[in-house]
């Protein structure tokens, strides 16, 4: 059943979480988004699980297809109705595929310190040993209750607080053992290129570890 964007802010709101499948993107826009970070991947990168670039904003990418979906009902309405506000909008591409530096925040069950909505595409196949999404179902709730204790302005005044972001706690089990929440509680989402979900990043989620020889390419809707 194909929901409507009001019913898609609805289900986030309730779960967290929306996997809206595989069939929404044209094989033209997938091709263009993997393009597009294929030849940014050429540049170099300080990622230490791969290649990374925020290009910044939409306006970016004017007169692409990358600028013609942040401008479809789809992203524009789901973001202002879930906010009940205008909005802004990054654009991410990372290409992931080294498996040897140990763990970054972004893979231990964590709530990101900043509250975004995201959109969140896999450019190519991504099965289990491909370093998948996982998230815990429903947890967002109590995610945003932790985040909101002591939190300063990151967004609207950044460098000021930056000290205060770097540290504040968002790891479920190294920050919050006594809530007993653990990576093995989180599900994985899997599934072909051009699979796409969203997910509010209170969600307690994590990027499964990629397998020696495999890949993930992803493009990501950052909205605030």
Same mark, same amino acid.
Request: with cysteine.
């Given at each position: 059943m194909v &929901? %409507?964007? $009001?019913e898609i802010v609805e289900a986030v709101k309730r779960d967290g979480i929306y996997v809206l499948g595989d069939d929404l993107l044209s094989k033209e826009q997938k091709d263009f988004f993997l393009l597009s970070l294929d030849q940014l991947s050429k540049k170099d990168s300080d990622y230490k699980f791969g290649k990374a670039?925020?290009?910044?904003? /939409?306006?970016?990418? /004017?007169? +692409?297809?990358?600028? =013609?979906?942040?401008?479809?009902?789809?992203?524009?309405? /789901?973001?202002?109705?879930?906010?009940?506000? $205008? %909005? +802004?909008?990054?654009?991410?591409?990372?290409?992931?595929?080294?498996? !040897? =530096?140990?763990?970054?925040?972004?893979?231990? *069950?964590?709530f990101d310190r900043i509250h975004?909505?995201?959109?969140?595409?896999? *450019? +190519? !196949?991504? !099965? =289990?040993?491909?370093?998948?999404?996982?998230?815990?179902?429903?947890?967002?709730? &109590?995610?945003? $209750?932790l985040r909101e204790q002591g939190s300063l302005s990151y967004e609207n005044d950044f460098i000021k607080n930056k000290r205060d972001y770097d540290e504040k706690k968002n790891r479920l089990e190294e920050d919050f053992p006594e809530l007993g929440y653990t990576a093995s509680d989180a599900i994985p989402i899997t599934g072909k290129?051009?699979?796409?979900?969203?997910?509010?990043?209170? *969600?307690?989620?994590?990027?499964?570890?990629?397998? %020696?020889?495999?890949?993930?390419?992803?493009?990501?809707?950052?909205?605030?």
């Open positions: &929901l %409507s964007n $009001q670039y925020n290009t910044g904003g /939409v306006h970016n990418w /004017v007169g +692409t297809p990358i600028a =013609e979906f942040c401008g479809s009902p789809l992203i524009t309405e /789901v973001a202002y109705n879930y906010f009940d506000r $205008q %909005s +802004t909008c990054e654009v991410f591409l990372t290409h992931e595929y080294k498996n !040897d =530096e140990g763990l970054e925040r972004n893979g231990f *069950l964590h975004t909505l995201k959109f969140f595409i896999y *450019l +190519t !196949d991504c !099965d =289990e040993d491909c370093g998948p999404f996982h998230y815990v179902p429903g947890s967002h709730t &109590l995610g945003r $209750q290129a051009g699979t796409m979900f969203i997910f509010d990043t209170d *969600l307690f989620h994590f990027g499964g570890k990629i397998a %020696s020889g495999k890949e993930r390419k992803v493009m990501r809707l950052h909205i605030r």
